[in-house]
């Protein structure tokens, strides 16, 4: 107990940064690669903090590497004491009259123009040396990010209800199906299963709001879709059915600029069936935001995703 006790009282930044980096990214290379160190380093690093707290932290297997149940234990007191640094920065900033602050944000795709355009850009001009962390990633991810203190806020569809989340802002986001204006699959509205069924489409992964809403009626009304493409990539969901090639479906807000100008149109499908998705701003339970996260939630708020 005592050999543990000092070796958490002298945890090595670089030791912890190596850890931390390789079970968030999964194998030993990509952590070398955000980091900038040879991969050898990374694990020499790793070895020595298991030494030092005399326990294994990370297992490695054919597809990478994981932490170990002593390994969670850490990348949970390493994300509170992150977040305890965080908001003494934010007590800091306050008195500098907010000249200064970062927020880490997680964000679903098909959130970033609705982000950028109606909340960032008015944010970052009224507070221009507050800086972001941005990460990028599906409704899992989103969730991940948040409730391990890795980003302070979260924007994502369809998020499940856990104890762990707070929600601050949620609307509801009904899907349609999205065609290629006067292309060959812009048919008479609405459109019913069977159709949706018979034509070529491109949908997200179960990991992904979206995907997991699809997966549901598929497994309650006994169909398959069609998929020929499954991507997380909204840009590639959007360029599958700019070029004719099939639908997709997304939330109305997601496409919001292609509606307007025309290349794409929206179709009804039937309510009855699709369950109503909801897109959420969230945040961890019980964490503490820092100053300048306070702020930007009411800028968020008035994002199309939440009107």
């Known amino acids: 107990m005592l050999r543990y006790k000092q070796g958490m009282q002298n945890l090595d930044p670089r030791q912890t940064s190596c850890f931390l980096t390789a079970v968030q990214r999964g194998t030993v290379r990509?952590?070398?690669?955000?980091?900038?160190?040879?991969?050898?380093?990374?694990?020499r690093n790793?070895?020595?903090?298991?030494?030092?707290?005399?326990?294994?932290?990370?297992?490695?297997?054919?597809?990478?590497?994981?932490?170990?149940?002593?390994?969670?234990?850490?990348?949970a007191f390493l994300s509170q004491q992150q977040g305890?640094?965080?908001?003494?920065?934010?007590?800091?900033?306050?008195?500098?009259?907010?000249?200064r602050g970062k927020v880490s944000i997680a964000v679903g795709e098909g959130f970033i123009g609705d982000?950028?355009?109606?909340?960032l850009a008015a944010f970052s001009s009224t507070y221009p040396d507050i800086t972001f962390a941005l990460t990028v990633g599906s409704t899992e991810d989103v969730l991940y990010q948040v409730t391990s203190e890795q980003a302070h806020l979260g924007l994502a569809y369809n998020v499940p209800n856990t104890p762990q989340?707070?929600?601050?802002?949620?609307?509801?986001?009904?899907?349609?199906?999205?065609?290629?204006?006067?292309?060959i699959y812009d048919i008479a509205q609405p459109l019913a299963l069977d159709e949706l069924a018979e034509m070529r489409c491109a949908i997200p992964p179960q990991s992904f709001g979206i995907g997991a809403l699809l997966a549901t009626v598929e497994a309650q009304q006994g169909v398959r879709f069609r998929a020929v493409i499954e991507t997380g990539s909204i840009s590639a969901l959007k360029a599958f059915v700019r070029n004719d090639m099939g639908y997709t479906i997304l939330p109305r807000f997601v496409v919001e600029s292609e509606l307007s100008a025309g290349t794409l149109v929206a179709r009804a499908i039937p309510t009855?069936?699709?369950?109503?998705?909801?897109?959420?701003?969230?945040?961890?339970?019980?964490?503490?935001?820092?100053?300048?996260?306070?702020?930007?939630?009411?800028?968020?708020?008035?994002m199309s995703a939440f009107s």
Request: proline fraction near 3%; charge should be positive.
């Open 46 to 75: 790793i070895a020595a903090l298991e030494k030092v707290l005399a326990t294994t932290l990370i297992e490695r297997g054919r597809l990478g590497v994981r932490a170990t149940e002593a390994g969670t234990l850490l990348v």
């Open 115 to 119: 982000f950028f355009d109606n909340a």
């Open 165 to 183: 989340i707070r929600v601050h802002a949620t609307s509801t986001q009904p899907l349609v199906a999205l065609v290629k204006r006067q292309g």
């Open 84 to 99: 305890a640094l965080d908001l003494l920065q934010s007590e800091f900033d306050a008195l500098a009259n907010m000249k």
């Open 30 to 43: 990509a952590a070398a690669e955000q980091l900038a160190l040879e991969p050898s380093t990374i694990s």
């Open 272 to 302: 009855e069936i699709f369950p109503d998705g909801q897109s959420s701003l969230i945040r961890k339970e019980g964490r503490k935001l820092p100053q300048a996260a306070q702020l930007l939630i009411k800028h968020l708020k008035s």
